[in-house]
Nanobody, 127 residues
Framework: QVQLMESGGASVQAGGSLRLSCTAS????????MGWFRQAPGREREGVAR????????YYAMSVKGRFTISQDNAKNTVYLQMSSLKHEDTAMYYC????????????????????WGQGTQVTVSS
């Protein structure tokens, strides 16, 4: 069983920056597809970004493209989400997600395809 541990959520003002971290443990192998979803109160889960740690390829939702950057540190089994130019509408619980080692990346449009979820870290952006 894979465990995902997020950190880095905080309250910031609009225009500010935050970096979220997610460390994976519990499964042999370090290359996998990992990503971030978010969910605001009363709204559906939204896929934000994903990365395939084998080659570093990334994909972003249009709502965050150009403002958020997902990156990896394979030696630490950790992925990061650098968030800049934050907006009030970025306020949400952010969840780290992953699929089993050896499986291809899956779409951000289908939350149910991601096998593993972290507990979430809250990001609040005040306008």
């Amino acid at each position: 069983q894979v465990q995902l541990m997020e950190s880095g959520g905080a309250s910031v003002q609009a225009g500010g920056s935050l970096r979220l971290s997610c460390t994976a443990s519990g499964e042999a192998g370090s290359t996998r597809c990992m990503g971030w979803f978010r969910q605001a109160p009363g709204r559906e889960r939204e896929g934000v970004a994903r990365i395939f740690t084998h080659d570093g390829s990334t994909y972003y939702a249009m709502s965050v493209k150009g403002r958020f950057t997902i990156s990896q540190d394979n030696a630490k089994n950790t992925v990061y989400l650098q968030m800049s130019s934050l907006k009030h509408e970025d306020t949400a619980m952010y969840y780290c997600v992953a699929v089993p080692v050896g499986r291809a990346c899956v779409t951000l449009n289908a939350p149910d395809l991601w096998d593993y979820w972290g507990q979430g870290t809250q990001v609040t952006v005040s306008s």
